[in-house]
Nanobody, 121 residues
Framework: QVQLVESGGGLVQPGGSLRLSCAAS????????MGWHRQAPGKQRELVAQ???????NLADSMKGRFTISRDNAKNTVYLQMNSLKPEDTAVYYC???????????????WGQGTQVTVSS
């Protein structure tokens, strides 16, 4: 069994900052790409950011300059630092991880349960 557990969400005022964390645990052989997606009310789920095992990052255009993704491979954890938050950043943020559970086991994408981020005054 593999679990992804997010933390760090909450209510923040416009212009504020939050740092999300996501820790993967369970029968993990190797984690490859980790990332964050989000889904706002009434909207489709969208990619926020991804980071490879080697630290190569990819951020959605609307998050560039405000959000930073990082990871700690030793802790199987990915982070999302969010600065200059706007009301339109309000969404449920989901952690994802492409990982294998064994040497010969195919890579599979796992999702966390999501954490709510609300940007409001």
């Amino acid at each position: 069994q593999v679990q992804l557990v997010e933390s760090g969400g909450g209510l923040v005022q416009p212009g504020g900052s939050l740092r999300l964390s996501c820790a993967a645990s369970g029968s993990i052989f190797r984690i490859y790409t980790m990332g964050w997606h989000r889904q706002a009310p009434g909207k489709q789920r969208e990619l926020v950011a991804q980071i490879t095992r080697d630290g190569i990052t990819n951020l959605a255009d609307s998050m560039k300059g405000r959000f930073t993704i990082s990871r700690d491979n030793a802790k199987n954890t990915v982070y999302l630092q969010m600065n200059s938050l706007k009301p339109e950043d309000t969404a449920v943020y989901y952690c994802t991880a492409d990982l294998s559970t064994g040497w010969t086991t195919p890579t599979k994408e796992y999702w966390g349960q999501g954490t709510q981020v609300t940007v409001s005054s």
